[in-house]
């Protein structure tokens, strides 16, 4: 079967973006109980850290997580080839390469946005890659750099990396400034330019595009999907979670996992559960679920139980009981 085979969705359809500092184990254990098809990420991890520090730490995570991919960075092919073993051994369902960032760390490094310029480098790191494991390798880039806005240059990226033997690409349809912008500003100012993703599409039809960037609600995602075989949602999956429990129904024909929200947290309450007797604090979970009663009674009195440092050393089922008063208060009142 090959990527691309229509009888099936591509694995790539819906996808939650890496994000730094949010898309932890915990994260995604969190999203895996809102959709089973979701394609999920972890934050990028540098090939240093893995080569030189504790991988368990990086790359442990949880059985019921799959699909799940390893998102790296790093410029090195030798190196990215290592840590992709590494991802093989601990049982990750895809490599991927971050040519994406643009933060003055990874520019430091010399790699994530910057490796943009240097296409033939990505193409020998993508071959070092699929030479040294059976996964797929996969590139997840900008759409430009600085002003500049030609198509020929993300053309011509796309192809380099394309004859190296790569077949997924996920195109954040903005450009990344290296100079001018902070991070966060880069995930805002430069404008949004999905066509560039669809003629991306169009002039490689044998490859599977995957768009990112600014795309939020069932309605948006099904527009992107008229056009490209994926859709990567990033900080609208992580501040909106519940709109995840949409995906499998609509997308890939499944019931939702879970039944109502309320469920859902009962079943984090357990995972903190679980978490806390292993020497996790509760906290470092829950902290990733606070979005999720968003727009419904008694939603920002949740959010600050939940997040009520004082109530750290409680029980989790005793701090989901104190959440819950104020909801259930609220509920009844526009009941009666």
């Not at 080839?81 to 960032?101: F, I, P, Q, S, T």
């Not at 004859?163 to 404008?191: M, Q, T, Y």
Request: charged fraction near 25%; hydrophobic fraction near 45%; charge should be neutral.
């Amino acid at each position: 079967m090959t990527l691309l085979d229509p009888a099936v969705p591509s694995p790539w359809r819906l996808c939650v973006a890496p994000m730094l500092d949010w898309t932890d184990r915990h994260c995604r254990h969190f999203h895996r109980l809102l959709s089973r098809h979701a394609r999920l990420y972890t934050e990028m991890v540098t090939t240093g850290a893995l080569l030189h520090g504790d991988v368990a730490r990086h790359l442990d995570f949880g059985a019921d997580e799959h699909p799940v991919a390893l998102q790296l960075g790093g410029s090195e092919p030798a190196d990215l080839a290592a840590c992709a073993k590494l991802a093989e051994r601990w049982g990750y369902d895809e490599v991927n390469l971050n040519c994406g960032c643009p933060s003055p760390r990874v520019q430091r490094g010399a790699f994530g946005a910057c490796l943009m310029h240097e296409p033939a480098l990505v193409a020998d790191s993508v071959k070092a890659m699929r030479d040294a494991v059976g996964l797929p390798v996969t590139v997840k880039h900008r759409i430009g750099l600085g002003k500049d806005e030609r198509y020929g240059f993300v053309r011509d990226f796309v192809g380099t990396v394309a004859d190296a033997g790569c077949e997924v690409f996920i195109v954040h349809a903005r450009n990344a400034w290296l100079e001018g912008l902070s991070p966060k500003e880069n995930r805002d100012i430069p404008p949004l330019r999905y066509e560039v993703a669809q003629r991306l599409k169009a002039e490689f039809p044998q490859l599977t595009i995957v768009v990112n960037g600014g795309i939020a609600g069932d309605e948006a995602i099904a527009a992107q999907l008229e056009h490209v075989d994926g859709v990567m949602v990033g900080r609208a999956a992580y501040h909106e979670p519940w709109s995840l429990a949409s995906w499998d129904p609509r997308f890939f024909g499944t019931p939702a996992p879970a039944r109502d929200r309320a469920a859902l947290e009962l079943e984090m309450v357990r995972y903190m559960e679980q978490q806390a007797a292993a020497g996790v604090p509760w906290a470092h979970v829950a902290r990733h679920m606070l979005g999720l009663w968003n727009g419904e009674p008694g939603a920002r009195r949740w959010r600050q139980v939940w997040s009520d440092h004082k109530l750290k050393h409680e029980p989790p089922a005793v701090v989901h009981a104190l959440a819950q008063r104020p909801v259930r208060v609220l509920e009844q009142g526009a009941a009666a």
